[in-house]
């Protein structure tokens, strides 16, 4: 059984309240005041770390727009970005997933936008829900000097706004390496709709964005 699920299994009895449904409101989150207009252009890359994979892959791969997904490992070394060793908590990677997205279709802010209302807790610091560690940390990590401004004032405008009731520790850091997780991590909360952290954890996410972006969800049956 995955580390997780058995983290899931313990706290589950004792949690009395939803593990998300962080945002003050979701219905007028902040739309980036600061981010690059959808043009024609070759498809783009973005990779955001927010708790466990599974969740986060869940939500980006229903956005219109988004071509492919794929969740991994980054912030560590290629040659510690395994599952078993990540969930050691010493390599310096987060569970991650990197977004390939038309940029006609859906900016980089709208990303980000859907990133920190329905895809995880931007205000959890090393955590997510039951998953504890630093590889469950929200990061963005940045390929291009835009998206590290586009995040990083994007942040700002959220704390300003005051979207959510704690701080945002999401951090903005280069990509210095994506590496590309275990087969049997890819779409796996397609492939397993009735884990129960699947249904508890991940079910909301997807849920939240058809509701909260009904004009971006897409019906995702698979790559």
Known sequence: MFARSIRFAVLATTLAVPLYGHAVDRGTFPIPSQDVAK???KLQVAVFAGGCFWGTQSVFERVKGVKKTVVGYAGGKASTATYDQVTTETTGHAES???TYDPAIITYGGLLRIFFSVAHDPTQLNRQGPDE????RSAIFFNTPEQQRIAQAYIAQLDAAHAFKS???TEVT???GFYRGEDYHQD???HNPNNPYIQTCDRP???ALKREYPDLFVDYKGQ
């Open 39 to 41: 043009a024609p252009g």
């Open 97 to 99: 997933v990197e977004v």
């Open 133 to 136: 560690g630093t590889s469950y």
């Open 167 to 169: 701080k945002i520790v």
């Open 174 to 176: 280069p990509l210095k």
């Open 188 to 190: 796996y909360a397609l």
């Open 205 to 207: 996410k997807i849920d």
